[in-house]
Structures are given as C-alpha cells and as structure tokens.
C-alpha cells in the first residue's frame, strides 16, 4: 500500500527506491507479501511483479478485490461477481501469476449479497484461479457467514495496540487456524499520540533497542498466535526497522504494562 503515491493514489514518487524496498524484503527473510488491486490503483501488482518476478519458490503473495478507486483517499465497494471476477483475472495479469495465492474479498458490499461475492471466488478458486479464499473488513457475525459459504485462511481487519476492536475475531481466527492479518498495525502514524500504552511500548522499544514500531509488531506477535502483521512502508530504512520485531521476546511484565 505505501509503494504508491499520496493518498494510494498513482506511482511513488520514486518508483526505484520502492523496487529496492521490495527486493530488500525478500532479502530479509519476508515470504508473505499484501497487495490489492486499488492500492494505486493497480500500481502496488506492477511493482511487485517488476521487482520479484519470477518469483522465489517460498514467496506467497495475497491479494484483493472489491474496492474500486475514483479518486485519492477515496474507496468505493463493489462486491458484484462480474467485477470481482475481471478484479482477479487482471490481477492475475499484473503479478504474472498462473493462480492467486491467497484471494481476499476487499470489504463486503451492502449492495450483493455475500453468498453472490464469495460464490464468485468460489468458482474462480474451482477454475484454479485462486489457491485459498480470505476476507477483510469483517464482523465476526459476517465472518461465521462466510465460513457458510466457503472455507476461509484468513481475516483482514484494522487491528493494533490502541484499536482492538477486532480482537474477538483475532481470538476467533485462533481457535478456527486462520491467519489474523491487521491491517494499520502501526496505527498508521508510528504511535504519534502519547497514551499510556504508548509511551509504554517506547520504554519497551528503548529496553529491546528497538524502533517504537517494532515493538509494536512485536506486541500482535506476542498477542496471538494467528497474527500476521503486514506493517507497510515504502523505506527501506523502517522495512528492517520492522523486520527486527521477529527477533524480540517480550515478557510477561512487558506485555501486562501493554495490557
């Protein structure tokens, strides 16, 4: 999402830098990378697929459908089954890939029923398409749904040390062996806001030696063993701040003064 322009709208201003990122990750161990056709929109695949293709044999990438983008900062659902099945064959087409990894619808439509949607990935995972169905943006009532519908690896939603809305469904993903995927879990502004969990997480980050957002990805990993955070970032520089959360163990004290 941030290898794109202002408001995940249009090409980074440093188209190269953002391929470096995307190789760098890679290099670092990184073998889950998110994507969606409307970051951009479509810029995010074509990055990707320029930077990795062809693909290590361990590299799993996610993608999603069902936003579409008129405008910066704007986005508008489209859960009809037409669009959602053009959505993936163009991302097909853009990451280079014979079938999607893992498929996510983006955000349910009010508009199209559920069974309409996910019955269309339904039919493109059967075409071979699509490997595993995901869903993001969801209530747990709609998520139980879904799983009428189809099978699912994996939920989407914001999640974070200050926004734990979610948090029954990351518990529930746990007990189905789902991946819990959080979207902002940086809170999309490295913790600007000084709450008490925050200025917490900056004494654990300073007792690791480590950036305050690596603590905090390190909080998700410690919180549940189906969070897969996806942290983005068009740096290279918080890329490896990042990825050195994988190496902190936080202890029983430390996660209760998060609690």
């Not at 559920?114 to 019955?119: H, I, K, R």
């Not at 990935?121 to 595993?132: A, D, F, P, T």
């Not at 999640?159 to 746990?174: G, H, I, K, M």
Request: charged content about 25%; hydrophobic content about 40%; glycine content about 6%.
């Amino acid at each position: 999402m941030r290898i794109t322009g202002p408001g995940i709208w249009g090409p980074p201003a440093d188209a190269p830098a953002a391929l470096r990122v995307l190789k760098r990750a890679v290099e670092l161990g990184i073998n889950f990378i998110d994507t969606a056709d409307s970051y951009g929109p479509e810029v995010s695949e074509t990055l990707i697929a320029q930077a990795l293709y062809p693909y290590p044999a361990n590299l799993v990438i996610a993608t999603k459908g069902g936003l579409v983008r008129p405008g910066p900062d704007v986005w508008n659902r489209d859960g009809r089954p037409e669009h959602l099945r053009a959505a993936c064959e163009d991302s097909l087409r853009r990451l280079r890939r014979d079938r999607i990894d893992v498929y996510q619808y983006h955000a349910p439509d009010p508009h199209v029923p559920l069974a309409d949607s996910l019955g269309e990935l339904v039919r493109l995972q059967r075409e071979g398409k699509i490997r595993h169905i995901g869903i993001s943006n969801v209530s747990l009532d709609i998520l139980k749904e879904a799983e009428r519908i189809t099978p699912l690896v994996s939920v989407q939603n914001r999640f974070n040390l200050e926004d734990r809305r979610a948090d029954s469904v990351v518990q529930y993903c746990a007990r189905r062996s789902m991946a819990f995927i959080p979207w902002a879990p940086l809170d999309s502004g490295r913790y600007a806001r000084q709450s008490g969990a925050v200025r917490a997480l900056a004494r654990i980050a300073e007792r690791h030696g480590v950036a305050i957002g690596a603590a905090a990805i390190a909080w998700l990993l410690h919180h549940s063993k189906a969070t897969l955070p996806i942290p983005g970032t068009g740096s290279i520089e918080h890329l490896e701040e990042n990825v050195a959360a994988a190496a902190v163990r936080l202890t029983p004290e430390e996660l209760n003064e998060l609690s």
